[in-house]
């Protein structure tokens, strides 16, 4: 059976071609920020990825007869963790987000192409948006505003599989601190195969990341917003996108930063220190979270290839539980072994609604 899995970030659209468990192909495409420039919404960037999409497949002999074809989820409902069928409800939720992110764009390029393909299934799995939280976690001071679970739920779910396949465990036997460290970060409680906290990696609460502000002070951010200076898009940006490394430093690429450092740039080890020391109070954090009884802490995300960021971070965590690193992220075979698992019948396909 031939799956095609599509993974739409900010940056790039990933594809990878799976013949079952086999992968036969995977690319990268790059989009630049001046190729991106000419499209005014995530929304609008749907034909030229999708022309990408079909071209690559086209060149390299792979348009072929796809089983299933299966898109990481975007800013739906939230909804319980497991592998969706494309529908109306969902294509209209995807189209009429309230938050743009590229990965909205999954289950609305999965459905398109698999109409191309007699019989063949369209899905998503582990959206950004599952949700499993614990009542008590979704509280904040204000009854207006409800914490939200918006995290890599994909990687993570991947990452602490693969773990408890590596210890011969279930994943649903184990209390696990998964934290993903990538353009976005985020670290939470996985209690016996639940997310039962985690930071909102989107939308500003936890540690700052490379292209994010985090949990902001609260006040000032209200100042900000009244100041007159600033555009409610500009403030937003401020939050998502261009925060974090990006507004201490005017970069987003962790391993750059590393350079400066070692060419003796203080203000860039003062910036990386802190990123890494708030990444380690938020696993402390989710730590209590599971009263102490942690089987391990997995690091995961691109910035877990950096020996300077995960012995930094491994100095304030190790007393804590056993760390794993596990660089980069497994969401391309994630999101095809999902898929086969559905089509073999192993999983159960939900319905959105
Ligand atoms: N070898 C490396 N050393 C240090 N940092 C690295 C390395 N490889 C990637 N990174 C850093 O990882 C970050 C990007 O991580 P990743 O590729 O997981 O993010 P993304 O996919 O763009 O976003 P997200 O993970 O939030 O979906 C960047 O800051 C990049 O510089
Ligand atoms: C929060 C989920 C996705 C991302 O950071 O890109």
Not at 80 to 103: F, I, P, W
């Amino acid at each position: 059976m031939r799956i095609l899995a599509i993974n739409p970030g900010s940056t790039s659209t990933k594809i990878a071609v799976y013949d079952n468990e086999n992968r036969l192909f995977v690319t990268t495409f790059y989009h630049s920020p001046e190729a991106l420039s000419h499209f005014p919404t995530i929304l609008s960037q749907y034909d030229y990825r999708k022309e990408l999409i079909i071209d690559e497949l086209k060149k390299e002999n792979l348009f072929s007869d796809f089983a299933a074809i299966v898109g990481r989820g975007g800013l739906l409902k939230p909804i319980a963790s497991g592998v969706y069928e494309v529908n109306e409800a969902m294509k209209n939720d995807l189209r009429n987000a309230t938050m743009q992110h590229a990965c909205n764009l999954g289950g609305l390029l999965a459905e398109d192409i698999a109409l191309l393909i007699p019989g063949c299934k369209a899905y998503i799995a582990d959206p950004v948006v599952v949700d499993e939280l614990e009542d008590v976690a979704r509280l904040s001071g204000s009854p207006l505003m409800m914490r939200k679970s918006v995290f890599h739920a994909l990687n993570h779910k991947a990452i602490a599989r693969k773990y408890a396949r590596s210890v011969n465990k279930k994943y649903e036997e184990l209390d696990l601190i998964v934290a993903h460290l990538g353009g976005g970060i985020s670290v939470a409680a996985h209690r016996q195969g639940r997310v039962i906290d985690v930071n909102n990696a989107l939308e500003g609460s936890g540690p700052f990341s490379p292209e994010r502000a985090g949990t902001l002070p609260a006040r000032q951010l209200v100042d900000l917003c009244f100041s007159g200076d600033y555009t409610q898009e500009e403030i937003k940006k401020m939050i998502t996108g261009r925060g974090g490394l990006m507004a201490h430093l005017g970069t987003t690429d962790a391993q750059n930063v590393v350079k400066r450092i070692n060419e003796g740039d203080a203000r860039a080890e003062l910036v990386l220190k802190s990123m890494i020391y708030n990444i380690a109070k938020e696993i402390g954090a989710m730590s209590v979270v599971l009263h102490g009884k942690i089987d391990a802490i997995l690091l995961t995300g691109g910035i877990s290839y950096n020996d300077y960021c995960i012995n930094k971070l491994k100095e304030y965590i190790a007393f804590i539980a056993p760390v794993y690193v596990f660089p980069g992220e497994d969401e391309m075979e994630a999101l095809a072994f999902n898929a086969l698992g559905v089509l073999r019948g192993k999983l159960n396909c939900k319905e959105y609604y």
